[in-house]
């Protein structure tokens, strides 16, 4: 199928051009003209075009937290109990549900493709469903409901502790496979099953240094590398992550992971905000990926991880919204800028075009889709038309500055995805009401008695 969109301006990866002809064929660009007329059939875009947002770091269920851990004082590990029980309460046919409305509001956005690092897997006491990937089915579907492409980084997740304790009795137990090798048997499924699946890869992930013993990591590993798909991690996130690992194995989560085989490009390394000076050494000779979560990490009062460092080396540095506090990658992108001006108390360190690069390019490959995340000819046809004249953007002209620094996920009026449409003038094409669907399937998990209707 072929189309061209008319944009009165777009981002083309360091410069804003006016007047962009871009012609699109097989959910690829073929050309882009500037100072352009549209021609009859064109599709007009409003504003300043963008390549399609990735969020690099997704759990979808910690969506119905929003709003409910923000009652009481606490830090991450009471977070946490309340996570625990969401997860609880949560089956195929729910996950479902709740996931096809968070990714539409994601597709509101401007996101075009998402990582769901994904580790809700099996039924409760640890069970496995008659399909034993009957959860990261629920997942992709909810995606492809909704017209965004989907990484499943179906997540390693065998113990509670850096010295190898046994996952708790309890929702944890849905989390795990028993082994890396019983962990990749399951997953070996689920990518056969999804071979040739338009807009679905499958990569892997380690929940963390706290959740796969050492010796557990290598099936993990070398699962992604035969398959030659993205590898993700929690990494360093909390003092107290480091601490237990320095314990248990005399070195920080940094280094255990590069001596399991686990750092190199094809790895993204998330959070990473308590790192010391030789992690991030050995991330930057790597070349491993970062991707930071800001509006996450300041939510639980994590700390301010080291951007600038980071964004100087040769990995790439994505984004993420994580917990969906906000689910805004404008917001995470500027964040990193602000929130480096708090720790060194100078402003400017890091570009807009390099956050917004983050957000697209980076993000995209951090991903798997090596062909997306640019306007240029022969990328994914993803396209994101954001106002210019809304109450944050009116006066700040098409500058990309204007679109890191003051709009927002509600300034989106357009997206694109594949050369095909899923949200035009603000409403999302598949989905009629994308606010009472989260409204419904977060009152059905949050607001039961009961886990019963797991079953």
């Known amino acids: 199928m072929t189309s061209s969109w008319w944009c009165e301006h777009a981002w083309l990866g360091g410069s804003v051009a006016d007047r962009v002809l871009i012609s699109v064929a097989d959910a690829h660009i073929t050309a882009i003209e500037t100072g352009a007329d549209p021609l009859p059939s064109s599709y007009r875009l409003a504003g300043i075009a963008l390549p399609g947002l990735a969020n690099a770091h997704s759990h979808a269920f910690h969506r119905a937290l929003r709003a409910r851990t923000q009652k009481d004082r606490g830090s991450f590990w009471t977070w946490r109990d309340l996570m625990y029980r969401a997860a609880e309460r949560l089956n195929p046919d729910r996950y479902r549900r709740l996931?096809?409305?968070?990714?539409?509001?994601?597709?509101?956005?401007?996101?075009?493709?998402?990582?769901?690092?994904?580790?809700?897997?099996?039924?409760?006491?640890?069970?496995?469903?008659?399909?034993?990937?009957?959860?990261?089915?629920?997942?992709?579907?909810?995606?492809?409901?909704?017209?965004?492409?989907?990484?499943?980084?179906?997540?390693?997740?065998?113990?509670?502790?850096?010295?190898?304790?046994?996952?708790?009795?309890?929702?944890?137990?849905?989390?795990?496979?028993?082994?890396?090798?019983?962990?990749?048997?399951?997953?070996?499924?689920?990518?056969?099953?999804?071979?040739?699946?338009?807009?679905?890869?499958?990569?892997?992930?380690?929940?963390?240094?706290?959740?796969?013993?050492?010796?557990?990591m290598p099936p993990v590993v070398d699962w992604a590398v035969a398959q030659g798909v993205p590898l993700h991690v929690h990494s360093s996130e909390q003092p107290g992550e480091v601490e237990q690992c320095m314990a248990a194995h005399g070195r920080t989560p940094t280094a255990v992971l590069r001596d399991a085989g686990v750092l190199g490009p094809r790895t993204t390394a998330v959070h990473c905000t308590h790192l010391t000076a030789a992690d991030i050494a050995e991330l930057d000779r790597t070349s491993t990926g970062v991707c930071f979560c800001p509006t996450t990490e300041r939510d639980l009062g994590d700390g301010i991880g080291p951007a600038a460092t980071l964004l100087a080396g040769r990995g790439l540095f994505s984004l993420g919204s994580d917990s969906h506090a906000v689910i805004d990658?404008?917001?995470?992108?500027?964040?990193?800028?602000?929130?480096?001006?708090?720790?060194?108390?100078?402003?400017?360190?890091?570009?807009?075009?390099?956050?917004?690069?983050?957000?697209?390019?980076?993000?995209?490959?951090?991903?798997?889709?090596?062909?997306?995340?640019?306007?240029?000819?022969?990328?994914?046809?993803?396209?994101?038309?954001?106002?210019?004249?809304?109450?944050?953007?009116?006066?700040?002209?098409?500058?990309?500055?204007?679109?890191?620094?003051?709009?927002?996920?509600?300034?989106?009026?357009?997206?694109?995805?594949?050369?095909?449409?899923?949200?035009?003038?603000?409403?999302?094409?598949?989905v009629e009401d994308v606010a009472a669907e989260l409204a419904s399937a977060i009152g059905e998990l949050m607001d039961t008695e009961s886990p019963s209707a797991l079953r």
């Open 99 to 216: 996931a096809r409305a968070v990714y539409a509001e994601m597709a509101l956005a401007g996101i075009t493709a998402v990582g769901e690092f994904h580790y809700l897997h099996h039924h409760a006491g640890g069970t496995r469903y008659s399909d034993p990937n009957a959860m990261g089915h629920a997942l992709i579907d909810a995606a492809g409901d909704v017209g965004i492409r989907m990484t499943l980084l179906d997540t390693c997740y065998l113990s509670a502790a850096p010295d190898g304790t046994p996952l708790a009795d309890g929702p944890q137990q849905r989390f795990g496979d028993g082994t890396g090798e019983q962990w990749a048997q399951r997953v070996d499924a689920l990518h056969a099953a999804m071979h040739g699946r338009p807009g679905v890869l499958i990569g892997a992930a380690l929940h963390s240094v706290r959740g796969v013993p050492l010796k557990q």
């Open 329 to 430: 990658l404008f917001e995470e992108a500027r964040a990193v800028e602000l929130d480096e001006r708090l720790a060194s108390r100078r402003r400017g360190t890091i570009s807009a075009d390099r956050l917004l690069r983050a957000a697209t390019f980076d993000g995209q490959r951090a991903l798997g889709w090596a062909d997306a995340g640019a306007l240029a000819v022969g990328s994914r046809a993803d396209l994101v038309a954001v106002e210019l004249n809304s109450v944050r953007t009116a006066g700040g002209g098409a500058t990309v500055e204007n679109v890191v620094f003051a709009a927002s996920a509600g300034d989106v009026t357009d997206v694109v995805v594949d050369g095909r449409a899923v949200v035009a003038d603000r409403r999302h094409l598949a």
